[in-house]
């Protein structure tokens, strides 16, 4: 069973790449406060800031993930 951080970074990762190749504005917007929220809630986990997440390649995120 995959844990929650596992999760919560797998979704944020997910959704900052949604964010970044949504075509509408209101499409990245609603990404981005996805993101926001699983990063959010994986700072909360962890007890780190993982903003940076919300600013980082995603490739790169995918190859720590």
């Given at each position: ?23 509408t ?14 990063v ?11 903003s ?14």
């Amino acid at each position: 069973m995959e844990s929650n951080e596992s999760y919560y970074r797998r979704r944020a990762t997910q959704e900052i790449v949604a964010a970044r190749n949504a075509i509408t504005a209101d499409a990245k917007a609603r990404r981005r406060l996805l993101a926001e929220s699983y990063v959010r809630r994986l700072s909360e986990l962890t007890g780190a800031d993982e903003s940076f997440m919300l600013d980082a390649n995603p490739a790169r995120l995918q190859e720590v993930a």
